[in-house]
């Protein structure tokens, strides 16, 4: 134990889950350990001055945020797993075609196969235009104008992946949580000592905010909240000094 150091780096966090595994979250942007207690003053006599000071609610709350989009991350807060190569349908669409005059109507090339043939054709002022799908080919009825036009096909796509389901009754679980981090001597920066803060009982509070903003790395966050053990304690905060 050492009463001045340097501490200035992150913390790896690693994941205790119920059925003995655990998984480690490195690169971690910041990890956040806060208690917090309710303090109200008791008055009394002449002057009504401060006598005693009266406690309550302790409570303790980790904030964990990956430096990168964290998949893991969203699955706890979902409170479920995903369902590995699961088969689920998605929009996507094929923009800047060019189209071509076909009779009465006008026609482009999709490389994808829509799911029931059905596709949505917008030229470039947003306006949709009736079409329909085979083999390969999109046909714009009564689209002849847009032949030599760029225009965007949007269809669903049946695609095969790693599927993660938001159910409305589902909770984050209670899991184990250790963050470890190491401190510096302040004159010579040699590493003097790893610090752990291992707790045994954290849940997640289940909420989950995802930005997805042009020209900023989207991160994902957890929030969690750190329950007593049987004997009534938050955790523990270990020093281990190095030779």
Not at 9 to 24: E, I, M
Request: with cysteine; aromatic share 10%.
């Amino acid at each position: 134990m050492r009463g001045r150091v340097k501490v200035q780096d992150t913390a790896d966090v690693f994941f205790h889950y119920a059925n003995g595994d655990t998984r480690l979250f490195g690169c971690m942007d910041t990890a956040s350990i806060e208690k917090t207690i309710d303090v109200a003053p008791i008055r009394c006599g002449i002057g009504f001055g401060i006598a005693a000071l009266l406690y309550s609610n302790p409570d303790m709350q980790l904030t964990l945020t990956p430096a990168f989009w964290n998949d893991y991350f969203i699955e706890i807060q979902a409170g479920d797993n995903f369902a590995l190569e699961s088969s689920v349908n998605v929009w996507t669409s094929e923009k800047e075609l060019t189209a071509v005059l076909a009779s009465s109507d006008a026609t482009v090339a999709i490389t994808g196969t829509p799911v029931g043939g059905i596709v949505k054709v917008q030229d470039k002022t947003g306006k949709l235009y009736p079409a329909t799908f085979a083999t390969g080919i999109v046909t714009i009825t009564g689209g002849a104008l847009l032949a030599g036009q760029k225009v965007t096909v949007s269809y669903q796509l049946a695609v095969t992946g790693d599927v993660l389901t938001f159910k409305s009754d589902n909770y984050p679980v209670v899991v184990g949580i250790t963050l470890h981090t190491i401190a510096y001597d302040l004159e010579t920066n040699a590493i003097v000592s790893d610090l752990y803060f291992k707790f045994d009982k954290v849940t997640g509070n289940g909420a989950l905010s995802l930005g997805l903003t042009g020209q900023t790395n989207s991160v994902t966050e957890i929030t969690a909240t750190v329950f007593p053990d049987g004997a009534g304690n938050f955790g523990t905060y270990t020093v281990v000094d190095r030779a």
